[in-house]
């Protein structure tokens, strides 16, 4: 999965120290950061390690609660098709604003939606 180095991106809080040289970097389920010129924007990208929450998820309730509101928060952006998922392997989904979704990747992520979902 690559981001340009110059986007702006949210990511959940185990991808965070990979991208922490960033200019433009907030965390999930934060969508919206205030720039350089002080303009609020909506970020380029926004990745999560949703494995690593359902795994920590029977421990932690913050997890739990998370990884729900991020199932969410992933299906109404890509319903209103504000973000597109271009990417899903290994319980990461990389998710671009205003792009048309990577077929592939979205049945990737549909399954593994579906399988959370039966637990």
Known sequence: MTIPPDASVSATTYLVPQLSSRREIIRLPALELRN?????IKVDYAIADLW???????????????????IQLFNQLTNTREYGIIDFRDGVILLKKATTPNPQATAAWLAF????EKK
Do not use: G, M, S
Not at 113 to 116: A, D, V
């Open 113 to 116: 939606r579906q399988q959370l």
């Open 36 to 40: 350089d010129t002080h303009q609020v």
């Open 52 to 70: 690593q929450l359902q795994q920590y998820q029977p421990a932690f309730k913050e997890e739990r609660n998370l990884l729900h509101e991020l």
